[in-house]
């Protein structure tokens, strides 16, 4: 059984940076698509960013596309978001969720159609001054 473990989220002023980390365990990361999603208070799950493990392709919404990047290590079986100029906007529950890569096409339609069959618990990030 695969397991996704988040981890990094915290209270951060508006302009600054947080690294969120999801520890992959289970199964080789490089099996699956790895994306990281968020939900805000009375909000819809939505995807932020998605990647390939096997050969690093990236997808991001356009909310936060130039601000975060996503990353892995295989080494560490680990995945990152990086997020920088963070805004108040950005606070909600961090999602870490994987997909195999078969079952569906791209990183875009893994993030856009919230498509995943593997979750980790969240990791609270919050924005505010």
Do not use: H
Request: glycine content about 10%.
């Amino acid at each position: 059984q695969l397991q996704l473990v988040e981890s990094g989220g915290t209270l951060v002023q508006p302009g600054g940076s947080l690294r969120l980390s999801c520890a992959v365990s289970g199964f080789p990361l490089d099996y699956f698509r790895i994306g990281w999603f968020r939900q805000a208070p009375g909000k819809e799950r939505e995807g932020v960013s998605c990647i390939s493990s096997s050969d690093g392709n990236t997808y991001y919404a356009d909310s936060v596309q130039g601000r975060f990047t996503i990353s892995r290590d295989y080494a560490k079986s680990t995945v990152y978001l990086q997020m920088n100029s963070l805004k108040p906007g950005d606070t909600a529950v961090y999602y870490c969720a994987a997909v195999n890569n078969w079952r569906v096409s791209t990183n875009q339609a893994m993030c856009v159609t919230v498509r995943a069959d593997y979750w980790g618990r969240g990791t609270q990030v919050t924005v505010s001054s």
